[in-house]
């Protein structure tokens, strides 16, 4: 386990930015108190969204094993096991991974989602939990993760349609959060938008969900594209 963790500091020497900017998770500040935020004020958004998670994939016996790509510490890919999918973490972060290699027990893979190291088909799906926000070339990913994953694509991402997206971009801009300047904020429709240019061509089905809404309210999931976060699921039909 040493030796896995020596080699992701390895990598990180040469490593400052990506796609020509300078990104949050390749800051050990903020990537050392990762899993604290999740313990912390993110607890509850958590739960919400893995059963988002679970209800797109969970019920699916076709999906017996999946590669989440921007698997960070792994805190979603330590969970697909709960309802019963064998998961692989992907990352292109090796502060995250030196963290990963002490909490997962499965295989983790230090790589850039716009260029995946698989095979055609290696995976029954791929997954991007917060984190396809981050990509310059959304087109190209979508791409590659419907050339490795042979039945479908999960997304979970936080939801442009969201009092928290003006906030945030609020904060950014007295320099209070860094965390989401490089982010692109998508819709469930948006998403779809850039799905259906990337997968021309292919037959598929969209399923999607909200949830991340306020504790007082009625509802905690729905239909309606608002919310903090959105689960969306592509279904190959081939």
Known sequence: ????????????ES??????????????????????????????????QKKVMAQL?????????????????????????EI???ATG?????????QAVHLFDGDLVNADSHFMPFKDHS???????????????????IKEAARVGKKGIAFGMMNRNSPKFFRRRIQQAFGKNPFYVTANFYTPQGLTHKIHEALKGREYTIEWTCTGLPKWFPLQQWSLPYGDFFGLYVHFKD
């Open 1 to 12: 386990m040493q030796l896995e963790q020596k080699s992701f500091s390895v990598l990180s």
């Open 15 to 48: 490593l400052s930015n990506w796609q020509g900017r300078k990104e949050w998770f390749f800051n050990r500040e903020h990537t050392d108190t990762y899993e604290q935020w999740y313990e912390g004020r993110y607890k509850r958004a958590e739960v919400w």
């Open 57 to 81: 994939l969970g019920s699916n016996p076709e999906i017996k094993e999946l590669v989440e790509f921007g698997c960070g510490t792994t805190r979603f890919t330590r969970w697909w096991e």
């Open 84 to 86: 019963g999918i064998e």
């Open 90 to 98: 992907a990352d292109l972060s090796p502060f995250m991974l030196g």
């Open 123 to 141: 995976f029954d799906a791929v997954a991007f939990i917060t984190t396809f926000e981050y990509y310059r070339d959304p087109i190209q990913v």
